[in-house]
């Protein structure tokens, strides 16, 4: 989390220090007029920044992702950055628009036309001139746009389905925005570096936004493939999926995930990958029913359904630095660790690894198999059975494991429950970036 929180901070307070230098209007007393241009322009460059680097964000580059620290991370800071684009573009909306609502209700005094003509005015080409009422028409109604496409993509009740459908249309509205702002970025910030930053950041956006059009995305990390075998587990709520890859795959790491689209119209979703790699063409993913779609797949997915798997993504790949590890699994958490345990029986590293996995119910078979893989492996496991155990806490797992303190924690499970684990060991000295969580959430 802390790489998302500095990318985060530094974009925005970058921008914010570079609008300053090539606008010093804040530093002495000006006139409302000046000052409101000036804000105007401000919230319009913070909103295209953050937007652009969202944009960027879209196209899941493997070399973003390295820095971020896995895909997951790149789209829990994308969300943030279209949060903070959605609340700027609102600044500069009322900016614009806020002092002529004042003066018809009588709260403050209507500015003189001319004034208002002089102080918007831009000393530019001809043609920027010329472009400058469009610019203001498309970018009103485009601010319209984004306000319900980012509304909607916040709304977890929305049907993914058409989110994936809805929220690609904001690379149309972005390209026009980019118009926007070009044209009607205060010219005298063509003379400083704020221009070149906020050009070049909308021009990669840009690059972006075309991407995501054309449905490319992701292109050079997909492989078509087949449903192989299908095994429902109704006790559990689990559907185990078996893929035979038509094309070649790179492989993948134990702990990453892929997205899957069968093909079947609700477009791709992420799942992690529940098998290591052995140059077989086979991909294994358990699937938990927590949603619509995935309740239904058991009953609508099919042996020889054509399927598109891309990936693999995610840095939940257990490279951490101690000897001593520390797994917390919850529900179908347990995925990228039966990956790695099966990874661990044919390959040891020699690493003190527990296990703690939290679960509804004591089902005597899939407890028997994780404990018997867990031994194969050398991994101390422990299950805890919430209805039995109470729910379990950071104390727990303290009492069993005595030097924690020099142990990687990798978490997978409800984020909530990561969260509140995570900040009981911070709080007793355990070091933030040796808790790795995975997060579920893509939007």
């Not at 400083?192 to 075309?210: D, E, K, N, Q, W």
């Amino acid at each position: 989390m802390t790489r998302i929180k500095v990318t985060f901070w530094v974009l925005c307070i970058g921008l914010t220090a570079l609008w300053l230098v090539a606008d010093p209007v804040l530093s002495h007393t000006a006139p409302f007029s000046q000052t409101r241009l000036s804000l105007i322009n401000y919230t319009g460059i913070i909103a295209m920044g953050v937007i652009s680097v969202a944009m960027i964000l879209a196209v899941r580059s493997s070399k973003v992702e390295s820095y971020i620290g896995g895909l997951d991370k790149s789209y829990r800071l994308h969300k943030w950055l279209g949060v903070a684009g959605l609340v700027m573009a609102i600044a500069h909306w009322l900016w614009i628009s806020g002092p002529g609502w004042l003066a018809s209700i009588g709260m403050m005094a209507p500015a003189p036309r001319e004034r208002t003509s002089t102080a918007t005015a831009a000393q530019g080409p001809a043609l920027l001139h010329a472009l400058q009422n469009p610019a203001r028409s498309v970018g009103q109604w485009c601010f319209y746009a984004t306000v319900i496409l980012v509304v909607l993509a916040l709304l977890r009740w929305f049907p993914y389905r058409y989110f994936l459908k809805t929220h690609r249309l904001l690379a149309i509205v972005f390209l026009i925005l980019v118009f926007h702002g070009v044209v009607l970025l205060k010219f005298s910030y063509w003379s400083h570096a704020i221009s070149y930053v906020i050009v070049a950041l909308m021009a990669a956006g840009t690059v972006s936004a075309i991407i995501v059009l054309f449905r490319r995305v992701g292109r050079t990390h997909r492989a078509v493939g087949e449903v192989a075998a299908v095994t429902t587990r109704p006790d559990v709520g689990i559907l185990q999926v078996s893929i035979r890859l038509k094309d070649r795959w790179n492989g993948h790491d134990a702990g990453q995930f892929a997205f899957v689209n069968f093909e079947d119209g609700e477009g791709p979703h992420p799942f992690t990958i529940s098998s290591t790699w052995k140059d077989d063409g086979l991909l294994l993913f358990l699937i938990k029913g927590l949603g619509d779609y995935t309740r239904e797949l058991p009953s609508t997915l099919k042996v020889g359904t054509l399927v598109t798997v891309e990936g693999p993504y995610g840095r939940f790949t257990f490279e951490g630095r101690n000897q001593r590890q520390i797994w917390v699994s919850a529900g179908i958490g347990i995925t990228p660790f039966v990956s790695r345990m099966q990874e661990l029986a044919a390959h040891p590293d020699g690493k003190t690894i527990d296990l703690f996995h939290a679960t509804g119910s004591r089902d005597i078979e899939p407890i028997d198999q994780l404990r018997k893989l867990a031994e194969s492996a050398h991994v101390l496991i422990r299950v805890w059975v919430a209805a039995e155990d109470g729910k379990m806490t950071g104390e727990d797992i303290r009492k069993v494991v005595p030097d924690w303190k020099s142990a990687d924690i990798w978490f997978c499970g409800p984020v909530i429950f990561g969260k509140e684990l995570r900040e009981d060991f911070v709080s007793h000295g355990f070091p933030m970036n040796s808790f790795h969580q995975e997060l579920f959430h893509l939007r």
